[in-house]
């Protein structure tokens, strides 16, 4: 098994955040979106979506299949 340092714990660490952080962003700013031209029940529903696409696409571009 190969020995982890505390510097790519971090990384990992750092990257995960970044993860989440953008696809709350990302969710946030499609619901925003949405919210203002069509009725404003759709907005739960965009962000999930919103935020779920964000975090494959980042996932899949950062860590490859």
Do not use: K
């Not at 660490?13 to 952080?21: C, K, M, N, P, V």
């Amino acid at each position: 098994m190969t020995e982890r340092t505390a510097v790519d714990l971090v990384e990992e660490w750092q990257t995960g955040a970044f993860l989440l952080l953008a696809s709350a962003l990302a969710g946030f700013v499609a619901a925003s979106a949405v919210g203002r031209g069509v009725a404003s029940s759709l907005g739960l529903p965009t962000f999930a979506g919103g935020a779920v696409l964000t975090f494959l696409v980042l996932s899949y571009l950062f860590y490859g299949r």
